[in-house]
């Protein structure tokens, strides 16, 4: 089997300061973070997925969420430049980490913004939130790149919610599943389902077979179970604080 490769990147001194914008503020305990993180990270090991640590970027609180910085399609990292000018700085370190793999580059250049959590591959197509990170023009450059591996990129508006991954992601069969509250536009997927809890709708597909899901989501992981997914649960509350997901931590390189 070829390796499977995730890139992980540990919090920083500085997480408690992470953006929050459609939550309160609410204290955040690092050692808890980074307790959690560690067995985020384990998680996908136990799976058989290798990762990949980019160093920290310790000026940086929310670069622990390692999914915005980059799009990563086949052998091409596309540089994300996030709707939120404070997240910026952590794209250099994913860079060279990415080019000591291997990797070409690509870059969202000015005036386009976007946050790899925005960006949702759902078969040949990628899903792209437009909303507070992500505009027009970022979107009209990813489907450019995106383009080569012959996968088409479509807009979804995104009002509701952070990112379009913090409302929405895919079972291994194609199904969206989300949140009722928080989706705007449920009739842009051709098959969608709505989940019982906010964090339920947040999945890592670690295997066809097999998801990571938030423990925040208990309901769901049984019904997911239910359906014959084997269901691993990893507590991230504290980077729930700070609207992070289960996808937000890592980034699956395929
Ligand atoms: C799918 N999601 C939610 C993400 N990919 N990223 C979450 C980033 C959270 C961070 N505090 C921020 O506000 O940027």
Known sequence: MPVRRALIRRPGLLLADGLVT???????????ALSQWLSYAEALRCAGWETVEVPPADDCPDAVFIEDPVVVQGDLAILARSGAPERRGESAGVEATLRDLGYRIARIEEPGTLDGGDVLRVGGTAY????????????QQLANHLREFGIRTQAVTVERALHLKSAVTALPDGTVIGWDPVVDWPGAFPAYEGMP??????VVILDPDHLLMAASAPQTADLLRGRGYRVTTVDIS????????????SVRLR
Request: hydrophobic residues 30%; glycine residues 20%.
């Open 197 to 202: 809890e906010e964090g339920g709708a947040h």
């Open 22 to 32: 459609h939550i309160d503020k609410q204290p955040v305990d690092l050692d808890r």
């Open 238 to 249: 504290e980077f729930e604080k700070l609207e992070g997901c289960v996808t937000c931590l």
């Open 128 to 139: 792209v939130g437009l909303g507070g990170r992500t505009n027009g023009a970022g979107i």
